[in-house]
């Protein structure tokens, strides 16, 4: 209303823009002054304890963005509905979301395998065609059934948060303009979950990631979903599995990945024996351990752990206790192999669809591509355009097609 007002009086353009820019930073000071989680003890490994004050979704709201105000309109359709391989949104819907109220976004990595991109971009924002990764995993989790995501931003990273905001001015826009497709574009991300911020301050780990997000937590949730925003797993639906593997086993459930033996020294691969009971529809194995990224010999299996876990909340006592592991990092996979050899029931869901790592170029490109295929708006042309480029690729590289024949 304010900038209406000014324009309407003819104020110069750049009294308008210093006002922009002064409620910009307001806004974004008082966000950042107020949403950090403190480390209080000066060690990792250390117990912790944080400060959380204001609830989050009101932070993620207040993120730089002067225009918000309205209210949420009804929860969209899912646009995963157009992933490839997806599950039918009647499947999706029966699947029970047995009680999972939080899903934790670990988001405050440093992004170093997709440099130069990172310095400025988090690569979670990344598109996969023209939606963030980021946007592709708050649908997962709406269509899980929970409440909010809690999403761990590093300082430096706090535009993720921007993404779940409401950009009101842009829609009316768009509207005005006669563009239904990209205002619904638009809002989709703000409708449909409740985005909760916290702050992991240095990149520690995933295992340290995951333990800011405790103090998120209510006190009667016992456990917790986590699921890594570049890894997309597809269809998706496997933690509707995973929850039912936890109602009938108790514990903590984890998504294993069947890969060829060439590929295991990338992961951590599990160790795995018969479930005590079969779950009809399910795939499942109780972990016995884990090994990080072993020599193809030493691999115990060749069923890889994905970005998919259903812990429960012992892993936040468990994580208190590990000591930094590969890398120097808080390994999430330590906290759990410290659980299994302290009895924690820890069982896998085989899935046996695929998935696309959109951490680095190498998986993040074959995903656009799987993606775009699949597009409606885009696949149309994609498709001749990509034999095109392989045509002229192999062309010039005649040995490639040698290679494929020798298998
Ligand atoms: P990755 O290891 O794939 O992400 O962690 P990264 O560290 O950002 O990437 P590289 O290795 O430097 O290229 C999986 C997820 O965990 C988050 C990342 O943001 C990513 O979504 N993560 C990782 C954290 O939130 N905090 C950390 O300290 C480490």
Redesign the pocket.
């Given at each position: 209303g304010l900038y209406a007002a000014i324009g309407w009086f003819k104020a110069p353009k750049c009294v308008i823009a210093a006002m922009e820019y002064v409620t910009i930073s307001a806004s974004s000071w008082a966000l950042r002054s107020d949403m950090r989680f403190k480390e209080l003890l000066p060690s990792a490994t250390s117990r912790r304890s944080w400060s959380f004050s204001v609830p989050g979704s009101l932070r993620c709201m207040a993120t730089g963005i002067p225009f918000w105000s309205g209210r949420k309109a009804e929860k969209p359709q899912s646009r995963v509905d157009s992933m490839p391989m997806r599950n039918s949104k009647e499947e999706s819907q029966q699947a029970a979301h047995g009680g999972v109220r939080t899903v934790v976004v670990?988001?405050?990595?440093?992004?170093?395998?997709?440099l130069p991109a990172t310095k400025t971009v988090p690569?979670?924002l990344l598109p996969v065609v023209d939606t963030p990764g980021i946007e592709l995993i708050a649908e997962e989790a709406a269509d899980l059934g929970a409440e909010r995501l809690v999403i761990?931003v590093a300082p430096q990273k706090q535009e993720i948060m921007d993404h779940f905001g409401e950009f009101n001015v842009l829609q009316k826009r768009l509207l005005n303009r006669g563009k239904e497709e990209q205002a619904e574009k638009v809002s989709r991300a703000n409708e449909l979950i409740d985005a909760v911020a916290v702050t992991?301050e240095s990149?520690?780990?995933?295992g340290?990631?995951v333990g800011c997000a405790e103090p998120a937590l209510d006190a009667e949730e016992d456990a917790v979903a986590v699921m890594?925003?570049?890894d997309l797993v597809l269809p998706i639906g496997v933690m509707d599995k995973m929850v039912r593997v936890r109602e009938e086993f108790g514990g903590s459930v984890l998504c294993a990945f069947n890969v060829t033996p060439d590929e295991v020294y990338n992961y951590g691969v599990f160790d795995v024996e018969d479930a005590e009971r079969d779950i009809e529809g399910v795939e499942v194995k109780k972990v016995r351990g884990m090994v990080e990224k072993p020599a193809k010999e030493e691999a115990p299996s060749t069923l890889v752990a994905t970005g998919r876990y259903l812990l429960d909340r012992a892993v936040f006592d468990a994580l208190g206790r590990i000591e930094p592991g590969k890398g120097g990092?808080l390994q999430l996979t330590d906290a759990i192999e410290l659980m299994i050899q302290e009895g924690h029931p820890v069982h896998v869901v085989v899935h046996r669809g695929k998935r696309h790592d959109l951490?680095?170029p190498g998986g993040y490109i074959p995903a656009n591509v799987d993606f775009g295929l699949r597009d409606e708006k885009y696949g149309p042309a994609l498709y001749p355009a990509l034999k095109e480029i392989l045509a002229e690729f192999e062309a010039e590289h005649p040995e490639v097609l040698e290679r494929e024949q020798q298998g």
């Open positions: 670990p988001a405050a990595g440093m992004g170093t395998r997709f690569k979670e761990v992991q990149p520690l780990g995933l340290h990631a890594l925003p570049d990092e951490g680095n």
